[in-house]
């Protein structure tokens, strides 16, 4: 079936500090890959997203690339902030359910002052 | 407020008792989606409707949930003789249309508890 398996948390870093996030998938077709966040209190929220191999999605800094050949879609920040301390899940899409979304478990993320 | 709505943001409830969860999807929105996020878990789908049919309840656990959308917009998720195990927060969402392309809007959920 189709999954998503993501880096587990919680990741705890200094503002300014370099953020990944791993996140690899396993489909039986081709997926829309989706990094979704949550913020205290909030809804999740679309991060960004890429639908198809070497795409690159970028939002508020971050950035993830659509890579194929490895089946991975990680999340990066050069210089995470701490209002970027949130829950970040990865996700995708596929095939003739393409409304149904697949999460990853999610990782924890704080950055302190 | 232009967002997808919940109501309750919390309900707790006695092992046995019934609830009803409702959902305001964005105006416009055709398309609304129900998730159940378990604690340390990412959501997993459960119900999705297309105007006033369920097009897909396949994510369903049982026969004790069931959801409507009477009139193509606020959908209510009814859970009977609730268990322990459906403890969880329950997540609605809506977009556009239904296509691989429409981003699907979050509600802030509903945190369900039961005693």
């Known amino acids: 079936g189709n999954s998503v398996t993501q880096m587990e948390g919680p990741v705890t870093l200094s503002e300014e500090a370099f953020l990944t996030i791993n996140c690899t998938y396993t489909a039986t077709g081709y997926p829309s890959l989706f990094w979704y966040v949550q913020y205290p209190g909030e809804g999740l929220q679309l991060l960004l997203k890429?639908?198809?191999?070497?795409d690159k999605g970028s939002n508020k800094g971050f950035e993830a690339t659509y890579r194929k050949e490895t089946t991975s879609f990680h999340l990066e920040k050069g210089s995470v902030q701490v209002s970027d301390s949130a829950v970040y899940f990865c996700a995708l899409k596929i095939g003739s359910n393409d409304y149904k979304l697949s999460f990853g478990a999610g990782t924890t993320v704080t950055v302190r002052a | 407020g232009a967002g997808v709505s919940q109501t309750p943001s919390n309900k707790v409830t006695e092992k046995g008792k019934y609830v009803e969860l409702r959902c305001d999807p964005i105006s416009g929105h055709t398309a609304l989606y129900w998730y159940r996020q378990s604690l340390g878990q990412g959501p997993e789908f459960l119900i999705y409707?297309?105007?006033?049919?369920?097009?897909?309840d396949s994510g369903l656990p049982n026969d004790r949930f069931f959801a409507v959308r009477p009139e193509g917009s606020v959908s209510t998720l009814k859970i009977q003789r609730t268990e322990r195990g459906d403890s969880a927060v329950y997540l609605c969402?809506?977009?556009?249309?239904?296509?691989?392309?429409?981003?699907?809007?979050f509600g802030p959920g509903t945190r369900l508890l039961v005693l």
């Open positions: 409707f297309q105007g006033t049919g369920a097009a897909d």
């Open positions: 890429a639908t198809k191999a070497d």
């Open positions: 969402a809506s977009s556009l249309g239904a296509t691989g392309r429409e981003t699907q809007y």
